[in-house]
């Protein structure tokens, strides 16, 4: 394989989360020419806002920030260009595909989304007007501002049960509501479940947030009888999941009613030229290493259409 002098990129990828990242890391490796796309300044996706990383193989604990932060370097210094912009579209150019962002337009030959979801809201009144005054979907960023108090984590999931588990370290009490069962993994729900200062609140669902100056309290809501029921806290991390990121793919891109891509086994989507991986993906299984697996693979399916 050779490297090729030409207007446009051989890969795009789309997403500077993990599974981004090292996807753009093993096709600069490869030798093709790689554009990655991302729409914040915090690459590593949300995996970056946890202190301890779960579900990957390290001898010693790995914060998430440093992991994002040192497979950022690796790609860059494998001469990959970065840009810091919003997708608009993929359209088709003759046989490229041109990724439209609202910096600029990039030509490639294929492009691979990794662009993950972004956060989904508790949907209840006034919720944007409470961020930063107890409201924060980030352990990381914010759990040292809630040392000494009381907080509520909302979710079933992965991330739920890891930021319960973080903040039961450094506040008074973790509640966490759980609206159905709990889906994380058994070695998170275990570390979990051992700490004494964390207690669940089962079938229920964040109806308000409450307060004056600042969150005072939450009311929730039953889900089976509907009852309300207010709870005491300072802090509300709501951890329940994630709209995929997917309305800027072109129309023959199939995708599920929740809006995740449809991909066969080598990650290739309806759309010729355009792959797709990570948390965007239908079937993703969620876990961290999976993320990197897809990305190595979905660069070795690429690899022979640019193979001279």
């Given at each position: ?23 753009a890391w093993h096709a ?65 150019e003759g046989a490229l ?51 000494g108090r009381d907080v ?157």
């Amino acid at each position: 394989m050779t490297m090729r002098k030409r207007q446009a990129h051989d890969v795009a990828v789309i997403g500077g989360g993990i599974a981004g990242l090292t996807a753009a890391w093993h096709a600069a490796q490869t030798g093709m020419s790689v554009v990655l796309v991302e729409a914040s300044p915090l690459f590593g996706g949300q995996v970056a806002t946890l202190d301890r990383v779960d579900g990957f193989p390290s001898i010693a604990p790995v914060s998430g920030h440093g992991l994002a932060a040192s497979l950022l370097e690796a790609t860059v210094q494998s001469g990959v260009t970065l840009v810091e912009a919003d997708v608009i579209a993929i359209e088709q150019e003759g046989a490229l595909r041109r990724v439209a962002t609202v910096a600029g337009a990039h030509r490639c030959r294929a492009v691979v989304v990794a662009s993950g979801c972004r956060r989904r809201l508790l949907n209840v009144p006034h919720e944007a007007s409470w961020a930063g005054r107890g409201l924060s979907h980030c352990v990381a960023c914010d759990g040292g501002f809630y040392r000494g108090r009381d907080v509520l984590v909302v979710g079933g999931g992965d991330a739920a049960f890891q930021a319960a588990a973080a903040l039961a370290d450094i506040c008074r009490e973790v509640a966490v509501v759980v609206r159905g069962n709990a889906r994380a993994r058994r070695a998170l729900v275990d570390r979990a479940t051992g700490k004494a200062n964390l207690r669940f609140i089962w079938g229920m669902e964040v109806d308000a947030l409450l307060g004056d100056d600042g969150l005072s309290g939450v009311r929730l809501r039953d889900c089976s009888s509907g009852r309300l029921e207010e709870v005491a806290c300072r802090g509300v991390f709501p951890l329940i999941g994630g709209i995929p990121n997917s309305a800027f793919l072109p129309m023959d891109v199939a995708r599920t009613d929740t809006g995740h891509v449809c991909a066969d086994d080598g990650f290739a989507t309806t759309s010729p030229g355009i792959w797709a991986i990570g948390a965007v993906r239908d079937g993703y299984c969620g876990e961290l290493a999976a993320a990197a697996g897809e990305a190595a693979a979905v660069i070795k399916a690429i690899a022979p259409r640019f193979r001279d």
